[in-house]
């Protein structure tokens, strides 16, 4: 398993500003993800973040929206910059430990 | 992406009741998973199934992965409030990617 602590838990953010997340994993992983989640919906996957080279985005996500960083094999930030009240969402970190997925506890930000 | 059919959308059921829900796909999966959330909170894994067949118990919490590899499904017996919240399903393709339900609300009356 994969022990994973996501911070801020949860922010109010003002429409126009950026805020970044930070995601520690207590071991090293090979494959960090970041999700979203809107209210009421499943999971989205916004990005894979690969170690020492650009994320991976899924289609709809730009780096210029959501720049991740992943500095090594236990650490990774994801920025949602320039808010909007749509960007209002829980964002999750998670990994794969191989052929499973483990969450972090999730970042809930609410954008006025 | 593609999502994975989970059933049903929500349940309100009794205290003590028993839950059933489930997921299927045209895919095959050579994993499937199931998660808790509580609201606000990330998921939280509560079963890992990882051979067709596989039946597998967490406390009252039982599994399975079916034989044809397209479903799975999650079983709670004597339900109490605290089992409140939504339940995930999730697989992994022969791709290694992950797709998800699009989960089940749980509620129970005490």
């Known amino acids: 398993s994969a022990v994973i602590s996501q911070k801020p838990s949860r922010d109010i953010c003002q429409r126009g500003t950026s805020l970044t997340i930070q995601c520690q994993v207590d071991?090293?992983?090979?494959?960090m993800f970041w999700y979203r989640q809107q209210p009421g919906q499943s999971l989205t996957l916004i990005a894979t973040?690969?170690?020492?080279?650009?994320?991976?985005?899924e289609s709809g996500f730009v780096i210029d929206k959501f720049p991740i960083s992943r500095p090594n094999l236990t650490f990774s930030t994801l920025t949602v910059s320039n808010m909007s009240p749509e960007d209002s969402s829980i964002y999750l970190c998670?990994?794969?430990?191989?052929?499973?997925?483990?969450f972090g506890e999730g970042s809930w930000l609410t954008v006025v | 992406g593609q999502q994975l059919n989970q059933s049903p959308q929500s349940m309100f059921i009794q205290e003590g009741e028993d839950v059933s829900m489930n997921c299927t796909s045209s895919?095959?999966?050579?994993?499937w998973l199931w998660y808790k959330q509580d609201p606000g909170e990330g998921p939280v894994l509560l079963i890992a199934l990882y051979k067709a067949g596989e039946l597998t118990s967490n406390g009252r919490l039982t599994a399975q992965f079916g034989i044809t590899r397209k479903d799975s499904f999650l079983n709670i017996s004597a339900s109490i409030p605290s089992d409140v919240g939504i339940y995930f399903c999730a697989g992994l393709n022969n791709f290694n990617k992950f797709y998800f339900g699009s989960g089940t609300k749980l509620n129970v009356k005490p």
């Open positions: 895919s095959i999966f050579n994993t």
């Open positions: 973040a690969n170690q020492g080279s650009e994320a991976t985005y």
């Open positions: 998670s990994v794969d430990t191989g052929n499973t997925i483990y």
């Open positions: 071991s090293q992983v090979t494959m």
